[in-house]
């Protein structure tokens, strides 16, 4: 099993700053996908940024040019930097790791608690 603890969410003003952070520990494999969605209210959840244990990113249009997504391989931590915040940036923000036990099984999907991000305008 693999646990995942998010850290960093508050209230920010917009064009504020904040940095997420997660925990990860447990049966981690070297080989995985770390990466944050969010939830707003009402709303399903979306995919913010993502980023593999070989350095790749990938990022929702909404947030390119504003959060940068980075992680220690060594410390299996995610972080999520997240500057010029916008009133809906509002959202819950679950951190994620997905790995395969073999290349070809099926993908384990893990996620966090949830950290609250509330930007006001």
Do not use: H
Not at 29 to 53: C, D
Not at 89 to 98: G, K, N, R, S
Request: with cysteine; aromatic share 8%.
């Amino acid at each position: 099993q693999v646990q995942l603890v998010e850290s960093g969410g508050g209230l920010v003003q917009a064009g504020g700053s904040l940095r997420l952070s997660c925990a990860a520990s447990g049966s981690i494999f070297s080989i995985n996908t770390m990466g944050w969605y969010r939830q707003a209210p009402g709303k399903q959840r979306e995919l913010v940024a993502t980023t593999t244990s070989g350095g790749n990113t990938n990022y929702a249009d909404s947030v390119k040019g504003r959060f940068t997504i980075s992680r220690d391989n060594a410390k299996n931590m995610v972080y999520l930097q997240m500057n010029s915040l916008k009133p809906e940036d509002t959202a819950v923000y679950y951190c994620v790791l997905v790995q395969r036990r073999t290349l070809v099984a099926l993908p384990q999907n893990y996620w966090g608690q949830g950290t609250q991000v509330t930007v006001s305008s």
